[in-house]
């Protein structure tokens, strides 16, 4: 068990950093996300250019062949800036899932035109699912694939779903072009602005077999459980940024006649956002070491109280400003409580845990 | 000396030091004589001039022979022998070190006061030159093991015209002096784990001072900062407490409600949090990279600590409305999962409080970690005496 960072993931920490602040800066992520385009597809294909949508890949598979560790940190870093790319859907989930099936040729290929950023995918299902309780919305005819799915992250820019689908004997996983008559993606009014969501209606969709029921509901179930773990990776990196910018305004900020970080009735409340930091940072570091569910989900259960707790007390400690629009504590704010509904809410996950701990209902 | 040859050496010491035959006494002498004591210590004061970590060959060799009973005497050896040893002279070095770790002298540590606690720096008891001695006068709190105690580090005011920094000086106190009298200090459990030390023209002769006169704010720094050391090198206990309320919750299946399975898991998770936290926190100092995150942890356990032992006497239910015993007793360790849930859940009030309160613990992190300013300040410049009290 190693909780550190390598010097491998410091240098990937910073070259990511580095171009997020080159190219996701708050002013510009906000301006964005009210357009048109609220993807920033620029910043993606320089991502993808770092190597940094393909690391738990094996390179036999196209990727970098590194680790869940690795994403982690990447996903860190997307949380601190709220970056508005489709890594969770497409380098996490879709691309977690296709690692969990055959590698047949549908599935090399589909991984490669993931890695290389030719193709955007993701996992058609409600950001709101949690591990183990999938029932998929979609069934499978012979007319093709038919049903509607809400609330699918980054189906907005996704050029191919995966899609868990129900054929006549269980779970199936397709790859499903958007570019067809059967594909409706309908964006919805998101809560969390800089990863949006969208409505997918499939009417007798064409599309690619990846899985049968042999192992579709592993793959499905290994993609939401490692996209749990990595969301809690993510949180702490909202979290980070919310106290970093707090602590900093503090210092700045002056009222009766002295900087109001001075006064312990705030100083003591971001000492309780440091303390909720620290234990974040453990539980995420373990659930990117180890991929077991229980690492997965004390890590998703622990940093969504935490993420949100910091982001609220962000908004809080900016009194006014903290409330406008034109800060952007709010985009943490909404992701981070989009965060904690996102594969699996807090309670749910520790639900989960009952049986790991021993402690049953 | 490597790892090895230390391991050697203690083999060695093993062999010609038969523990099985030998009086526990003169078998703890001998291996302080050997350097075995605490090898960080200067060689001829129960050490070898050896890296503290390099501590652990020793004990593992020496594992299963008579020990000092380190918890019973740790106020001696976490706090007092540091300090003697930074500011102490050769012969106190001498006199002191070595029945202070073989255990034979117990040590208590009389800091805090009923008007100085979290503000250490504000303690009122006096001392007084007379001749070559100090005459000691007040009072002082929250004073583990007095009671047994043949010496104690006293922190006292020797100049009250100075600001309250400036005035203080350190001094080791026999406990047998006629003018030092101990009383138990019943807590909230009934027991009375603590005591009050009063202090009546105690003498303390001037070569029992440990620094100069005026510079007891510093020793006591050193003092403080190696009970921070202490406290932080313990496992935490945090966990084991929540694994007795879980096992409350295992036995009491009538009592389960969802709520209470809830608030449960969300406890055991914290408590594996911080579990983790300390597992990562020994992992960066393995790596020669010690953080901050260590002024977390206490903070973390005490409310952890809290919460878990007012939720087990909660799902006790009718059971919880009983308590063990009210008798007062005086315990000789200090047992935080012992007993029942009541008085584990009385016990824990007490964590966010000794060694620093919670609320020291946030003003430290929010200004040394997060880089904060500071309260402003109307009491560091003026004459002590003119403080208001």
Redesign the interface.
């Known amino acids: 068990?190693?909780?550190?960072y390598t010097d491998v993931e410091t240098d990937l920490r910073a070259s990511v950093r580095d171009l997020l602040t080159d190219r996701a800066q708050p002013a510009a992520v906000l301006a964005r996300c009210e357009t048109d385009q609220p993807y920033d597809l620029d910043l993606w294909r320089e991502l993808v250019g770092l190597g940094a949508t393909s690391l738990h890949v094996p390179e036999e598979l196209g990727g970098q062949g590194a680790s869940v560790r690795e994403t982690a940190v990447v996903m860190e870093e997307l949380g601190r800036f709220v970056a508005p790319v489709p890594f969770l859907g497409s380098a996490v989930l879709a691309t977690t899932a296709l690692l969990g099936c055959k590698p047949s040729n549908e599935v090399r290929e589909l991984l490669g035109a993931i890695g290389d950023g030719s193709t955007i995918a993701t996992l058609a299902l409600s950001l709101a699912t949690a591990p183990g309780s999938t029932t998929p919305d979609t069934i499978r005819s012979g007319s093709g694939l038919s049903g509607r799915i809400r609330s699918v992250a980054d189906a907005r820019v996704a050029d191919v779903l995966v899609v868990p689908a129900q054929g006549q004997d269980g779970l199936e996983l397709h790859a499903v072009p958007v570019a067809q008559q059967g594909v409706t993606v309908t964006p919805a009014t998101s809560l969390d602005l800089t990863r949006p969501i969208a409505d997918v209606t499939l009417d007798g969709a064409t599309s690619t077999p990846l899985a049968g029921p042999e192992s579709a509901e592993s793959a499905v179930d290994s993609a939401l459980w490692t996209g749990a773990g990595l969301l809690a990776s993510e949180q702490l990196g909202i979290a980070e940024w919310c106290?970093d910018t707090t602590?900093a305004y503090?210092?700045d900020r002056n009222q009766f006649g002295?900087?109001v970080?001075?006064?312990?009735a705030l100083?003591?409340r971001?000492?309780?956002v440091?303390?909720d930091l620290?234990?974040?940072?453990?539980?995420a570091?373990?659930a990117a070491d180890d991929p077991g569910q229980l690492a997965a989900s004390?890590a998703k259960?622990?940093c969504s109280t935490v993420a949100v707790h910091a982001a609220e007390e962000c908004v809080q400690l900016h009194g006014g400003i903290g409330m406008t629009w034109e800060h952007p504590a709010h985009l943490y704010l909404k992701r981070a409580k989009a965060d904690s509904i996102a594969l699996g809410t807090?309670?749910r996950h520790?639900?989960l845990?009952?049986p790991h701990?021993?402690?049953t209902? | 000396m490597n790892d090895k040859e230390l391991r050697e050496l203690t083999r060695e010491f093993l062999s010609n030091n038969d523990h099985q035959t030998m009086d526990k006494v003169d078998f703890l002498r001998a291996r302080f004589d050997a350097g075995l004591a605490w090898v960080h210590f200067p060689t001829g004061l129960g050490g070898l001039d050896l890296p503290r970590a390099m501590q652990s060959v020793v004990d593992e060799e020496l594992a299963g022979t008579p020990d000092n009973e380190p918890r019973r005497i740790g106020i001696g050896l976490g706090m007092a022998a540091p300090t003697i040893l930074t500011f102490g002279t050769e012969e106190q070095k001498q006199r002191y070190l070595r029945p202070l770790w073989i255990g034979e002298e117990v040590w208590c540590q009389l800091f805090s006061e009923p008007g100085a606690g979290s503000d250490l720096a504000a303690v009122g008891t006096r001392a007084v030159k007379d001749g070559d001695d100090w005459l000691v006068t007040g009072q002082k709190v929250w004073t583990s093991s007095a009671h047994n105690a043949r010496f104690a580090i006293l922190l006292a005011r020797t100049d009250p015209d100075l600001p309250k920094h400036a005035g203080l000086s350190y001094f080791i106190l026999d406990m047998t002096d006629p003018g030092v009298e101990v009383r138990p200090l019943r807590q909230i459990t009934g027991e009375a784990e603590f005591n009050e030390v009063f202090m009546t023209d105690a003498r303390v002769p001037d070569a029992n001072r440990l620094g100069a006169v005026g510079e007891g704010w510093k020793v006591a720094q050193t003092t403080l900062m190696n009970e921070r050391v202490a406290i932080g090198s313990r496992p935490t206990p945090g966990g084991s407490m929540a694994d007795v309320v879980a096992q409350t919750w295992r036995d009491n299946p009538d009592k389960h409600t969802p709520e209470l399975h809830d608030r449960l898991l969300d406890l055991w998770t914290r408590s594996e949090a911080l579990r983790l936290a300390g597992a990562r926190l020994r992992q960066q100092l393995a790596a020669g990279a010690p953080g901050p995150e260590g002024s977390a942890m206490k903070l973390a356990f005490a409310q952890l600590a809290q919460q878990v032992s007012g939720l087990e006497v909660e799902l006790l239910g009718e059971d919880g409305l009983r308590y063990d015993d009210w008798t007062l007793r005086r315990p000789e360790k200090v047992d935080f999962v012992g007993r029942g849930a009541g008085y584990r859940y009385l016990r824990a009030k007490g964590n966010s409080i000794e060694g620093g309160t919670s609320e020291v613990l946030r003003n430290i992190i929010a200004e040394r970690v997060l880089g904060l300013p500071a309260e402003p300040r109307t009491d560091t410049k003026v004459a002590w005496k003119d403080l208001p009290r």
């Open positions: 068990m190693n909780l550190l106290l602590v503090l210092k002295r900087p970080g001075s006064f312990q100083k003591h971001l000492a309780d440091w303390q620290v234990l974040a940072r453990a539980v570091r373990n004390m259960s622990l807090a309670g520790r639900q845990l009952a701990a021993n402690i209902a």
